[in-house]
Nanobody
Framework: QVHLVESGGGSVQSGGSLKLSCVASEFTYSDYCMGWFRQVPGNEREGVAGINSDGTTTYAESVKGRFTISQDSAKNTVYLLMNSLKPEDTAMYYC???????????????????RGQGTQVTVSS
């Protein structure tokens, strides 16, 4: 069974940086998509960034130029480097994965079939 475990969340001041990690176990697909979405209680999920098995990436407009998604296939790990953090980035961040080549858009990342338990990111002004 696919299992995604996130880490790296925390509390930072505005302008700070965090790097999230997501380790995927039992996820051995040659074609896949992985990514990150975030959610604030009472709000809809918001796709943040995605990456596919070819290395193609996608980002939400709100994070372009500040966030970078990357992967280490050998470690089955996806990362999200978040720079220039803003208070509006505060949310629970979830890792998500899809076991086939997907339509890689920020809005599709939020609805991938597999997702982790989340890691909280809090940005103070």
């Amino acid at each position: 069974q696919v299992h995604l475990v996130e880490s790296g969340g925390g509390s930072v001041q505005s302008g700070g940086s965090l790097k999230l990690s997501c380790v995927a176990s039992e996820f051995t697909y040659s074609d896949y998509c992985m990514g990150w979405f975030r959610q604030v209680p009472g709000n809809e999920r918001e796709g943040v960034a995605g990456i596919n098995s070819d290395g193609t990436t996608t980002y939400a407009e709100s994070v372009k130029g500040r966030f970078t998604i990357s992967q280490d296939s050998a470690k089955n790990t996806v990362y999200l480097l978040m720079n220039s953090l803003k208070p509006e980035d505060t949310a629970m961040y979830y890792c998500a994965a899809e076991s086939f080549r997907c339509t890689l858009l920020p809005e599709t990342v939020a609805w991938f079939n597999y997702r982790g338990q989340g890691t909280q990111v809090t940005v103070s002004s």
